[in-house]
């Protein structure tokens, strides 16, 4: 029934539930496939380790990205699982859905998706009778924040054996120190989204004992100097123009400019007059993007000291991969179209979903490089410049652009 189940969302027709597939497959009986998707005794470990080593072997390595980030399902009603009035990224509101937080993982803007985590809101953990009649597993019925779900599923990505070197992160996520410490924890490297008003020290902030005027002396560190916000520490910086890589319009660019600073998320302290402070953390790059409509965004990455603005700012802007996978999931595949309430049935789907996103993936790689291997080869031209009339070393040829799903 698998392969009828990935073959019903990567097929033709609008909707992609379990009725209507079963409609439209020649000789598959609508219980069959429900049962199987809802309700079969079989296990999804198999699958998923099948589906994080194809998707290492389409786009993972060194150079690949992971992004986390959530997607929400709208949907009515208040019995189908982790259904609730939750803000809907998708629409810009607060609104009836699900909200799944996904990773994606992306080399050479092909991304493929590897991770579908429901969260469940307090409306749901505070309510046992309600996950029992979903079928909510007894080690997911804890209250978890979309924080701790991502860190969980990034920890069971990388224990399947995916590769890459950077998580990338929006500022729902970048805004939280506990999760950019658990990143750092775990040896990654990362670049996130932040508000300007999150606070920073300069890079030469120190630690000094204060001066008591009175009383016993003080016992504790303190920073030399205070922290400001980060919109604030870049303020008298102007930038210079990146581009970044060539969309279909032309190049992208927009001015960008970076600092080497830490972080404020250190643990509290009470400091004088200014009540409990948070310490200084780790060293890291602030990076300010100005776009052209004259909006500003700030960044938080821990790549080297040494790396350069353009190095930075590919890297963030890399994120834009996430937001189209999203989408061709769900107008395509039929990601936001399951009609069941339980908990083990939208995590089927959402993993035949993924499988199919990626057998796509691997033809649309498989048809570039037919395309590229059938280019002709350039003649080699004469440089008239030279007496010799040595040929120039051969022009490299631009990647093929890659066909749409």
């Given at each position: 029934m698998c392969p009828l189940y990935v073959a019903g969302l990567i097929g033709l027709g609008d909707r992609k539930s379990v009725q209507p597939m079963a409609t439209r497959g020649d000789g598959v009986p609508y219980d069959r496939l429900h049962q199987f998707i809802a309700a079969g005794i079989w296990?999804?470990?198999?699958?998923?380790?099948?589906?994080?080593?194809?998707?290492?072997?389409?786009?993972?390595?060194?150079?690949?990205?992971?992004?986390?980030?959530?997607?929400?399902?709208?949907?009515?009603?208040?019995?189908?699982?982790?259904?609730?009035?939750?803000?809907?990224?998708?629409?810009?509101?607060?609104?009836?859905?699900?909200?799944?937080?996904?990773?994606?993982?992306?080399?050479?803007?092909?991304?493929?998706?590897?991770?579908?985590?429901?969260?469940?809101?307090?409306?749901?953990?505070?309510?046992?009778?309600?996950?029992?009649?979903?079928?909510?597993?007894?080690?997911?019925?804890?209250?978890?924040?979309?924080?701790?779900?991502?860190?969980?599923?990034?920890?069971?990505?990388?224990?399947?054996?995916?590769?890459?070197?950077?998580?990338?992160?929006?500022?729902?996520?970048?805004?939280?120190?506990?999760?950019?410490?658990?990143?750092?924890?775990?040896?990654?490297?990362?670049?996130?989204?932040?508000?300007?008003?999150?606070?920073?020290?300069?890079?030469?902030?120190?630690?000094?004992?204060?001066?008591?005027?009175?009383?016993?002396?003080?016992?504790?560190?303190?920073?030399?100097?205070?922290?400001?916000?980060?919109?604030?520490?870049?303020?008298?910086?102007?930038?210079?123009?990146?581009?970044?890589?060539?969309?279909?319009?032309?190049?992208?660019?927009?001015?960008?400019?970076?600092?080497?600073?830490?972080?404020?998320?250190?643990?509290?302290?009470?400091?004088?007059?200014?009540?409990?402070?948070?310490l200084p953390g780790e060293a890291v790059w602030l990076v300010r993007e100005e776009r052209g409509s004259g909006e500003r965004k700030f960044y938080l990455s821990n790549l080297p000291a040494d790396a350069t603005l353009k190095q930075l700012a590919a890297m963030i802007k890399a994120r834009w991969i996430c937001e189209q996978a999203h989408q061709q999931m769900k107008e395509e595949l039929g990601l936001d179209h399951f009609e069941g309430r339980s908990w083990i049935g939208l995590h089927r789907h959402a993993l035949m979903t993924m499988m199919a996103y990626a057998f796509l993936q691997s033809r649309r790689l498989a048809a570039a490089g037919r395309k590229k291997k059938n280019r002709l080869p350039t003649a080699r031209v004469l440089d008239a410049g030279d007496p010799t009339g040595h040929p120039r070393s051969p022009q490299p040829t631009a990647t093929p652009a890659m066909p749409a799903l």
């Amino acid at each position: 029934m698998c392969p009828l189940y990935v073959a019903g969302l990567i097929g033709l027709g609008d909707r992609k539930s379990v009725q209507p597939m079963a409609t439209r497959g020649d000789g598959v009986p609508y219980d069959r496939l429900h049962q199987f998707i809802a309700a079969g005794i079989w296990g999804e470990a198999p699958l998923q380790q099948a589906l994080l080593g194809e998707a290492d072997r389409l786009v993972g390595g060194s150079d690949a990205i992971l992004v986390v980030d959530d997607t929400a399902l709208p949907k009515k009603g208040n019995r189908s699982v982790g259904v609730a009035p939750q803000y809907a990224t998708t629409l810009g509101k607060t609104a009836n859905c699900r909200t799944l937080v996904s990773l994606r993982l992306a080399r050479g803007e092909v991304p493929a998706a590897v991770g579908l985590a429901l969260f469940l809101p307090e409306t749901w953990t505070n309510d046992p009778d309600r996950m029992a009649s979903a079928g909510v597993p007894q080690d997911r019925r804890t209250a978890r924040t979309e924080l701790e779900v991502a860190i969980a599923e990034i920890d069971r990505v990388r224990e399947g054996g995916v590769r890459f070197g950077c998580v990338l992160a929006d500022a729902g996520y970048g805004c939280s120190a506990p999760f950019r410490q658990a990143l750092s924890e775990r040896g990654l490297r990362w670049a996130v989204g932040i508000t300007g008003r999150n606070k920073v020290y300069p890079a030469d902030v120190a630690m000094i004992f204060p001066v008591a005027g009175r009383g016993r002396p003080r016992q504790r560190y303190v920073p030399d100097q205070v922290s400001v916000a980060a919109e604030t520490i870049l303020a008298d910086m102007t930038g210079r123009s990146v581009t970044w890589r060539h969309g279909t319009k032309g190049r992208l660019r927009a001015r960008f400019c970076a600092l080497r600073l830490r972080m404020a998320d250190g643990p509290t302290q009470r400091i004088g007059t200014m009540g409990d402070q948070h310490l200084p953390g780790e060293a890291v790059w602030l990076v300010r993007e100005e776009r052209g409509s004259g909006e500003r965004k700030f960044y938080l990455s821990n790549l080297p000291a040494d790396a350069t603005l353009k190095q930075l700012a590919a890297m963030i802007k890399a994120r834009w991969i996430c937001e189209q996978a999203h989408q061709q999931m769900k107008e395509e595949l039929g990601l936001d179209h399951f009609e069941g309430r339980s908990w083990i049935g939208l995590h089927r789907h959402a993993l035949m979903t993924m499988m199919a996103y990626a057998f796509l993936q691997s033809r649309r790689l498989a048809a570039a490089g037919r395309k590229k291997k059938n280019r002709l080869p350039t003649a080699r031209v004469l440089d008239a410049g030279d007496p010799t009339g040595h040929p120039r070393s051969p022009q490299p040829t631009a990647t093929p652009a890659m066909p749409a799903l």
